[in-house]
């Protein structure tokens, strides 16, 4: 009869809790732990606490530094704008309204250059550019004008039908 006393006892205190961690008291652990002048934490129970925080801290730093150290001798992370073995399928949308056939001073190619002809030359570089950084990588050329959109190329993994397709 006792032993059944205490398992209901049990039940009891186990069932007024949730989760198996809400029945440690937690404020027991922190009970101990206090905050120094420069803000680290140091265990008052424990008279040594304060060489272990600094040998913490500066073991903490020490791996900051050696990450810090690998990124910056990594060559595959110090070029994060080019990311390799990556395949990327890209649309490049041309316009072709009225508007690209004036000539624009302003564009910084020449007073006798058209918009379209500045377009064009400078989206036959990002083609290039495009390629040499992103190799496994498929670009597709589309045209609008008058409201509509034209597939100029599909998506494709050669440089060369790129601008053969701007060229064109």
Same mark, same amino acid.
């Given at each position: ?80 704008? !080019? ?22 001073? $302003? ?13 064009? $030359? ?20 589309? !045209?609008?004008?008058? $409201? ?21």
């Amino acid at each position: 009869i006792i032993m059944s006393t205490n398992t209901s006892n049990q039940e009891d205190q186990a069932s007024q809790y949730n989760h198996a961690w809400e029945q440690v008291d937690a404020d027991i652990n922190w009970a101990s732990i206090s905050e120094d002048n420069d803000g680290n934490l140091i265990n008052s129970a424990n008279p040594n606490s304060s060489a272990t925080t600094l040998s913490s801290t500066t073991l903490a730093n020490k791996i900051r530094r050696r990450r810090r150290h690998l990124t910056l001798i990594d060559h595959a992370q110090s070029s994060r704008r !080019i990311v390799r073995d990556m395949i990327r399928y890209l649309y490049l949308l041309l316009d072709l309204s009225s508007n690209m056939y004036e000539k624009d001073p $302003g564009m910084g190619q020449g007073a006798n250059s058209t918009r379209l002809e500045v377009t064009l $030359g400078l989206a036959q570089d990002f083609v290039v550019e495009y390629f040499d950084q992103n190799p496994l990588s498929h670009l597709g050329i589309v !045209i609008c004008k008058g $409201g509509e959109a034209h597939v100029l190329s599909g998506l494709s993994g050669s440089r060369r039908a790129a601008i053969v397709a701007l060229g064109a």
